[in-house]
């Protein structure tokens, strides 16, 4: 029942108090940030950020990639289309050759995006231009490519990652230092693409064989159930997808456990613009001993992280994860 309007204001004299120091608090004079003069490394820098919140998630992932690759364990990057668009290929392809990242794992459009970069040198076309003419989508060459990567892929059972990174491989791409699929390929790591049917610019075309699709993308979810089954301990790193390999990852965690296999210790990490349903429950509560959200530009975030894990690594190249999977 609500107090009556008239009612007097309470006396405040006789109040318990006790002694600021007594108190328990959450934040420290030593937690605060630290002003670091302009010449400080990344590492430093990143050190001298307030000890909390999000600044406390960023040095935990740089930790646990760092022990990660001193450890010898799997560190898989799975990432949707926006982080080859904003330009972030680069520092993924870097960790492959460094050996920090033993396996790739793409949805369609970030397969897409990285095979025209490294083709054409240019990739994200202007969807409100062209679609009310019937053009969007319509680019010969991406269409070429992927038609014959799924075939090639599942007549031969390699999967549609290995059999695009092969491609690749062959046509003597102008721009390959722009690809993670080639970078892969010639790293000698698995690299799995996952397709959703109806969601890429590829499957409007109709020489793209759906039943290849679907077989080469199907080989390539088993091979990424061989690298699921290495990652107790290891890291997952789940880049802006915010559906398609969330649930991925949920099914292959799901045959792995089936098999009897043990994912203890596993770390799941989620960097996206915004929070995300399935990135939380599907990545970072279900399947992982500890779940770590980054939010925040793929743009942004990524080059740091990257340049903060460089602190902590030697120059190191080898990926022991690349032989146990190869076969699978």
Same mark, same amino acid.
């Given at each position: 029942?609500?107090?009556?309007?008239?009612?007097?204001?309470?006396?405040?004299?006789? =109040?318990?108090?006790?002694?600021?120091?007594?108190?328990? /608090?959450?934040? #420290?004079?030593?937690?605060?940030?630290?002003?670091?003069?302009?010449?400080?490394?990344i590492g430093s820098w990143l050190d001298a950020l307030p000890r909390c919140l999000a600044a406390n998630d960023l040095r935990k992932v740089?930790?646990?990639?760092?022990?990660?690759?001193?450890?010898?364990?799997?560190?898989?990057?799975a990432l949707g289309g926006h982080v080859i668009k904003t330009g972030c290929g680069p520092y993924l392809i870097d960790w492959v050759k460094?050996?920090?990242?033993?396996?790739?794992?793409?949805?369609?459009?970030?397969?897409?995006?990285?095979?025209?970069? +490294?083709?054409?040198?240019?990739?994200?076309?202007?969807? /409100?231009?062209?679609?009310?003419?019937?053009? #969007?989508?319509?680019?010969? *060459?991406?269409?070429?490519? #992927?038609?014959?990567? /799924?075939?090639?892929?599942?007549?031969?059972?390699?999967?549609?990652?290995?059999?695009?990174?092969?491609?690749?491989?062959?046509?003597?791409c102008p721009h390959p230092d722009q690809s993670l699929v080639l970078a892969a390929h010639r790293a000698g790591i698995p690299c799995t @693409?996952?397709?959703? =049917?109806?969601?890429? &610019?590829?499957?409007?075309?109709?020489?793209?064989?759906?039943?290849?699709?679907?077989?080469?993308?199907?080989?390539?979810?088993?091979?990424?159930?061989? !690298?699921?089954?290495?990652?107790?301990?290891?890291?997952?790193?789940?880049?802006?997808?915010?559906?398609?390999?969330?649930?991925?990852?949920?099914?292959?965690?799901? !045959?792995?456990?089936?098999?009897?296999?043990?994912?203890?210790?596993? !770390?799941?990490?989620?960097?996206?613009?915004? /929070?995300?349903?399935?990135?939380?429950?599907?990545?970072?509560?279900?399947?992982?001993? *500890?779940? @770590?959200?980054? &939010?925040?530009?793929?743009? &942004?975030? =990524?080059?740091?992280?990257?340049?903060? !894990?460089?602190?902590?690594?030697?120059?190191?190249?080898?990926?022991?994860?690349?032989?146990?999977?190869?076969? +699978?």
């Open positions: 029942m609500l107090a009556d309007s008239n009612m007097k204001p309470f006396d405040l004299h006789g =109040l318990k108090t006790y002694d600021l120091a007594s108190r328990p /608090s959450k934040v #420290f004079v030593d937690d605060v940030g630290q002003v670091v003069p302009a010449d400080t490394s740089r930790d646990h990639l760092c022990r990660a690759k001193r450890d010898g364990r799997t560190v898989v990057a460094r050996g920090l990242v033993n396996a790739v794992v793409l949805n369609g459009a970030a397969a897409i995006h990285d095979f025209e970069l +490294a083709f054409a040198g240019k990739t994200s076309e202007d969807v /409100s231009s062209t679609l009310a003419s019937g053009k #969007f989508g319509m680019a010969r *060459e991406t269409a070429d490519a #992927f038609a014959l990567a /799924s075939r090639t892929g599942a007549e031969h059972e390699t999967g549609l990652g290995a059999a695009l990174g092969k491609h690749l491989d062959a046509i003597g @693409i996952h397709v959703a =049917l109806g969601t890429d &610019i590829v499957h409007m075309h109709p020489h793209v064989s759906g039943a290849a699709l679907g077989e080469a993308s199907m080989i390539d979810f088993r091979r990424l159930c061989s !690298v699921v089954s290495t990652m107790q301990h290891g890291v997952w790193l789940n880049l802006g997808s915010a559906v398609v390999l969330p649930e991925v990852f949920l099914k292959a965690v799901s !045959v792995v456990h089936n098999f009897g296999h043990m994912l203890d210790g596993l !770390v799941s990490v989620t960097l996206d613009k915004q /929070s995300q349903y399935r990135n939380r429950v599907n990545v970072l509560d279900r399947p992982s001993a *500890e779940g @770590i959200e980054l &939010i925040g530009h793929h743009e &942004i975030l =990524l080059p740091l992280l990257h340049a903060a !894990v460089a602190q902590g690594l030697p120059s190191v190249v080898g990926n022991p994860v690349a032989e146990q999977t190869k076969a +699978a």
